[in-house]
DNA sequence: TATAACGATTTT
DNA sequence: AAAATCGTTATA
């Protein structure tokens, strides 16, 4: 030992002699008594006191080095205390005995001795402590390598996070000086440090001290004026933890900021391991079958799937007989609804049966015409001439596009029509089914296998033309002003009038598409009719019953079934 | 601001 | 020496 240190250390001892460790007053420190903290200094793991480096001879880099440290006044009054050093470098370095440790860690697991966590965040008490296992399930978990996980997030299964850790712990602080840690404010961790007696088990409490600024204001505003563990001005040397250097720039504000920051994340992530607690909590519950007293399987309300249906059953008889009550006595506005669309749609069918009626009396009506036209003799009148006045009209076949004379343009685009007509086909797999006789072609093709689905009169490929001999007369009925019947009839020649040509055919397929658009809307009409009796028979059925209800919210202006208009 | 990442320390 | 996990920084 340097002369001069040892000088140092005698004063201290004598210093000691007089006051004790324990008397000293209020932010008081050191062999000099000064009340400086901000000057670099160690704490003695023995009596607690702080002491400046450069009082006692000890630097920051020393201070590295030094595992625990014990006061020269200690050591002379227990000789079995000694300066430790941490093994790596502490070997190499030199052993004078005033080397202050760096970290607070260390001090702790010497002072915790007796308790083996790590961890200043362990209350010990509650039941995340002493859970034992991880649960293998939360994400901490699933990191771990013995989960296979890559071991980036490294952290205590969640479920094994202290409950009480960044919680108001303050109670318990003097027995259980860990929990401290949680509160961060100052005042809580000032107090902390004036009980120091305490020992130290909190020591990861003391890294924070070891940031330089932090560690000095606690202690400079603590009121009990004890102090912290160490403390020095300069940023890089006390700390002999990367993280103090790295972290430097904060500044003691931001700290206390952080450390409320830290608190309530930690009390969100108590939330969330409560979730999973809760989840994996598998006490048995009691069955929820009527009666039942054994306990239900797990993940279900249930012992046993009868018990499951027993509840549904004595249910149903519970609520269904209110409800058949409550269903006659007031009526549904939807089943109302229903039964004026059903008699909606019955009155449209009966419309579209009468117009297929008279459709069909069309029919015979057009059949009389025909017939009689039949008996109608030839006039001999020259249409020839007429032919003449429209000759400057030019006219284009609708289908080919080929230019037309006026005279022959009807004929030629009727078999222009069906030429092309008769290129394609309309087939369907299944064989027209109407009442009557049918209008379509229904052709059957065997190849295909379908069914020709034109209009039997207006099918070029399949109905030949029927030919016109020489003596048939055209027989069309004449009209005025476009719909007036006059009751006479074309007697040109069928085979020359370019005027009627097919209008027999015209006039049928008039009718026919007539009753086509007629059929699809009856068609129409079975399909709306069926989807209300469904939806009616499923409404009274109990499960409907325990299904549909209609809600009067309006009592002054109770629900009344719409009018149909 | 929350989360991921990771060197470091402590425990086993 | 390996596993556990802390405390801090980096990053999203």
Redesign the pocket.
Same mark, same amino acid.
Do not use: A, T, V, W
């Given at each position: 030992m340097l002369p001069e240190r040892q000088a140092k250390v005698e004063q201290l001892i004598r210093i000691m002699d007089h006051e004790g460790p324990g008397g000293a007053y209020e932010q008081e420190y050191c062999i000099c008594r000064s009340k400086d903290s901000t000057r670099f200094m160690i704490g003695c793991d023995n009596c607690e006191e702080w002491y400046h480096g450069d009082c006692i001879g000890v630097t920051q880099k020393d201070a590295e080095l030094i595992?625990h440290f014990y006061c020269a006044s200690c050591r002379e009054q227990d000789a079995s205390l000694e300066i430790k050093y941490?093994h790596k470098k502490s070997s190499s370095k030199e052993k004078h005995s005033f080397h202050k440790h =760096? =970290?607070?860690?260390?001090? &702790?697991?010497r002072e915790?001795s007796n =308790? /083996? *966590? !790590?961890?200043?965040?362990?209350c010990g008490e509650c039941t995340a402590c002493h859970r034992t296992e991880?649960c293998a399930r939360c994400?901490y978990c699933k990191? #771990? *390598? !013995?989960f296979g996980g890559? +071991?980036?997030? &490294?952290? *205590? @299964?969640r479920l094994?996070? @202290?409950l009480n850790f960044g919680l108001n712990m303050t109670s318990k602080r003097s027995e259980k000086p860990e929990c401290t840690?949680t509160t961060e404010t100052e005042s809580i961790r000032t107090e902390y440090y004036s009980g120091a007696h305490d020992d130290d088990d909190d020591? %990861? $409490?003391m %890294? #924070?001290d070891? %940031?330089p600024e932090y560690g000095s204001e606690n202690i400079e505003k603590s009121p009990k004026g004890k102090r912290g563990r160490k403390k020095s001005l300069s940023d890089s040397g006390s700390a002999?933890? /990367? $993280?103090? /250097?790295?972290? &430097?720039?904060?500044s003691p504000d931001k700290k206390t900021k952080k450390a409320k920051? +830290?608190a =309530?994340?930690l009390k &969100?992530?108590r939330f969330e391991v409560e979730d999973i607690r809760e989840i994996e909590n598998d006490e048995p519950q009691q069955c929820f079958g009527p009666g039942c007293i054994e306990p239900a399987r797990p993940n279900s309300k249930y012992c046993s799937d009868a018990c499951g249906l027993k509840l549904a059953k004595s249910r149903i008889y519970e609520l269904l007989p209110p409800k058949i009550q409550q269903w006659q006595s007031s009526p549904c506005v939807t089943e109302e609804n229903n039964k004026k669309m059903l008699e909606k749609i019955r009155r449209e069918q009966l419309e579209c049966r009468q117009k297929l009626a008279e459709l069909d009396l069309k029919h015979q009506e057009l059949d009389g015409t025909i017939e009689r036209a039949k008996h109608v003799s030839i006039a001999p009148e020259q249409d020839e001439k007429d032919n003449e006045d429209d000759l400057e009209l030019s006219l284009y076949c609708v289908t080919c596009g080929a230019e037309l004379n006026q005279k022959g343009a009807l004929r030629h685009m009727e078999k222009c029509f069906s030429k092309f007509e008769a290129q394609t086909s309309f087939g369907s797999i299944y064989k027209t089914r109407i009442e009557g006789n049918s209008m379509f072609c229904d052709y059957y093709n065997t190849q295909q296998k379908v069914y020709c689905k034109r209009l039997k009169v207006l099918c070029p490929e399949h109905t030949k033309e029927p030919k016109v001999g020489p003596e048939e007369v055209c027989g069309c009925p004449l009209v005025i002003h476009v719909f007036k019947e006059t009751g006479e009839v074309c007697r040109a020649p069928k085979k020359k009038c370019n005027k009627h040509y097919c209008w027999e055919k015209l006039r049928r397929a008039e009718i026919d598409l007539e009753r086509v658009r007629q059929w699809l809307k009856l068609d129409d009409l079975f399909e709306q009719e069926r989807n209300i009796r469904v939806s009616m028979a499923n409404r009274v059925g109990v499960l409907g019953l325990m299904l549909h209800q209609t809600v009067d919210h309006d009592p002054m202006n109770p629900i009344r079934p719409p009018t149909m208009e």
């Open positions: 595992k941490k =760096s =970290s607070d860690r260390e001090f &702790r697991s915790d =308790s /083996k *966590k !790590k961890s200043s965040r362990r991880d994400d990191d #771990m *390598k !013995k890559p +071991n980036k997030i &490294r952290q *205590k @299964c094994r996070q @202290c840690l020591d %990861d $409490y %890294d #924070m070891d %940031d002999k933890k /990367k $993280y103090k /250097k790295r972290g &430097r720039k904060h920051e +830290n =309530s994340e &969100r992530k």
